[in-house]
């Protein structure tokens, strides 16, 4: 009997750990998705090369997730799509143009990559779900940060575009 019942303790304490996010991580709300994620080490990754990618942008006066407010004044609804679309843009079209001569950067580029990719995983099982609907606001915001990249040259617009990731995780954090 109090090999059971230690058994049955057990077996609770790592169904419960299997639950809680890991240390670090914060719990997303994307519409109806839950998402743990540790924006803290992107962010801290981020920071790190920050400086070096901005001065690497050419092209100062254009913004290619700020333009008329592109991530302003989503429906709660939307965001969970927005947001499992914007990380596909990021895993899909920046990380992979995103390459120094400076090794230190490329390592901190991947490691965020990495983070990316296992966010992604996630929303996508929510889109997948058919939790991550897809409203004509979040598509036609989509569409405008697409123009904004694709008007540029497809190294820039991923340089631009990485040194922006701090206007994309102060709108998560936000919402």
């Known amino acids: 009997m109090k090999g059971s019942l230690l058994f049955l303790h057990l077996f609770s304490m790592m169904c419960c750990w299997n639950w809680m996010p890991t240390a670090g991580n914060k ?22 090369i920050k400086a070096n990618i901005q001065a690497r942008d050419p092209i100062k006066t254009l913004s290619i997730l700020s333009y008329p407010h592109s991530l302003h ?26 390459k120094t001569e400076d090794s230190y950067v490329n390592r901190k ?10 966010v992604r995983r996630k929303l996508g099982q929510c889109h997948e779900q058919n939790q991550c609907m897809c409203g004509q606001e979040s598509t036609e ?7 904004n990249y694709e008007g540029l040259n497809v190294t820039s617009a991923a340089i631009k575009s990485l040194g922006e990731l701090d206007i994309l995780l102060d709108w998560m954090e936000k919402s």
Do not use: P, W
């Open 27 to 48: 719990i997303f709300h994307f519409g109806a998705c839950r998402v743990s994620m540790s924006v803290t080490e992107i962010r801290s990754g981020f920071n790190a």
């Open 73 to 98: 004044k989503f429906k709660s609804s939307d965001r969970c799509c927005i947001t499992h679309h914007l990380f596909n843009f990021y895993v899909d079209k920046v990380f992979k143009h995103c």
């Open 109 to 118: 580029i991947s490691s965020i990559a990495n983070s990316f990719l296992s």
């Open 141 to 147: 915001k989509l569409d405008q940060i697409l123009v």
